[in-house]
């Protein structure tokens, strides 16, 4: 979005489809070096802008050669255990690839608050960019790098900025960053960031990417289940397409941060749970623990066209235990088949007698979408 805004003719891939100007083109996970090829062989774009799944890369390799600009964002529990990929050292080299065959003259975006990231440092051949959370300076490494000179992007008395050594150019206010949800989103925090480092690394300017940061929201249109917000009367939903530790930790922050409101009585967070069934055992209880022990209510969708290879049973079965290793009460947690189900029934269920008393809903989405947005 950065790049279109700055007036480029931009194809993306993504696990939602091909775009090009963010027009969907042709829908379907297009991550893999098939998604890579339907962008390159058009004449009408002049950049692409390619998400590029593990899967791709392991299972038939990358779809080009080299590119102009990086980006690692995290590498956590998610997919381990398929490919011959156990661990997260191994799952960090091969999402490396995609930084290693950076060119020379161009750059490689790393968060610096990800160890396993910010080690592929030392294996590429571009310069390096880190952003990071962990204060106005950075964590440690970042500190380093940018008082040899080096170039971050930080958050620094409220400010998204690049940092090149003493150098500090301010790009946008963090709070007004549509996607930050006025910085209660601080995934989306680290997010604008990298983004920001990657649209500088393809000529961008600061204008440019001010522009387009302060231009994106997490609409249904725009960034469909990422972070996408509904109000029914004193209700809020979010719907999210969180699917692993990462992602409902990052969205269980935003809930709480929406729940306390600022009367300082705090609503109470019902989180509706449910992945796929190619996740490693302890990834599906981690997800579970994580919610049993930040939400007042849990419960599970099951997520049937992605069981691969498991029954809904194994996988309700672990979201359970998980459940009960974060304090809950399995017996307590209600288990549905599909997601518009549980989000109807969860709207339905009450505090403190009344239907439409104050409460914020988390829906962990993946199969049904549009119909829950309906």
């Known amino acids: 979005h950065l790049l279109v805004v700055a007036g480029r003719r931009v194809g993306t891939t993504t696990s939602d489809g091909v775009l090009v100007d963010e027009r969907m083109i042709d829908a379907g996970d297009w991550t893999g070096p098939g998604g890579a090829h339907l962008v390159l062989g058009r004449g009408d774009v002049d950049v692409a802008v390619l998400e590029t799944a593990r899967g791709g890369i392991v299972l038939r390799g990358m779809g080009y050669e080299s590119n102009d600009a990086a980006i690692l964002t995290n590498v956590s529990s998610d997919h381990l255990d398929l490919q011959g990929i156990h661990t997260l050292p191994e799952l960090a080299e091969v999402k490396s690839t995609v930084a290693r065959i950076t060119k020379r003259d161009g750059v490689v975006v790393l968060n610096g608050d990800d160890a396993h990231v910010a080690a592929v440092a030392r294996r590429v051949r571009a310069r390096v960019a880190y952003f990071s959370l962990a204060g106005p300076e950075g964590a440690p490494l970042v500190r380093r790098h940018?008082?040899?000179?080096?170039?971050?992007?930080?958050?620094?008395?409220?400010?998204?900025?690049?940092?090149?050594?003493?150098?500090?150019?301010?790009?946008?206010?963090?709070?007004?960053?549509?996607?930050?949800?006025?910085?209660?989103?601080?995934?989306?925090?680290?997010?604008?960031?990298?983004?920001?480092?990657?649209?500088?690394?393809?000529?961008?300017?600061?204008?440019?990417?001010?522009?387009?940061?302060?231009?994106?929201?997490?609409?249904?249109?725009?960034?469909?289940?990422?972070?996408?917000?509904?109000?029914?009367?004193?209700?809020?939903?979010?719907?999210?397409?969180?699917?692993?530790?990462?992602?409902?930790?990052?969205?269980?922050?935003?809930?709480?941060?929406?729940?306390?409101?600022?009367?300082?009585?705090?609503?109470?967070?019902?989180?509706?749970?449910?992945?796929?069934?190619?996740?490693?055992?302890?990834?599906?209880?981690?997800?579970?623990?994580?919610?049993?022990?930040?939400?007042q209510r849990v419960a599970i969708k099951e997520t049937r066209n992605y069981l691969r290879g498991r029954t809904a049973e194994v996988v309700v079965g672990e979201l359970l235990a998980g459940v009960k290793e974060g304090g809950g009460v399995p017996a307590d947690v209600p288990i549905y088949e599909r997601e518009t189900e549980a989000l109807r029934a969860e709207l339905q269920v009450g505090s403190n007698g009344r239907v439409d008393a104050p409460r914020v809903i988390v829906l962990m989405c993946h199969e049904e979408r549009d119909a829950v947005f309906g």
């Open 146 to 295: 940018v008082a040899a000179g080096g170039l971050a992007y930080l958050v620094r008395d409220g400010w998204l900025c690049e940092v090149e050594g003493t150098t500090r150019r301010r790009i946008a206010e963090v709070a007004r960053i549509p996607i930050t949800i006025g910085g209660l989103a601080r995934h989306n925090v680290a997010n604008a960031m990298a983004a920001a480092g990657g649209a500088r690394g393809l000529g961008a300017t600061l204008e440019q990417v001010r522009d387009g940061l302060m231009d994106f929201r997490p609409s249904t249109d725009r960034s469909p289940g990422r972070l996408n917000l509904f109000r029914l009367g004193q209700r809020l939903v979010i719907v999210d397409f969180a699917h692993n530790e990462a992602g409902i930790s990052a969205v269980m922050d935003v809930a709480e941060g929406i729940a306390g409101g600022a009367a300082g009585r705090a609503a109470p967070i019902t989180a509706i749970i449910g992945t796929a069934g190619d996740r490693p055992d302890d990834t599906l209880r981690g997800i579970a623990r994580i919610a049993a022990g930040r939400a």
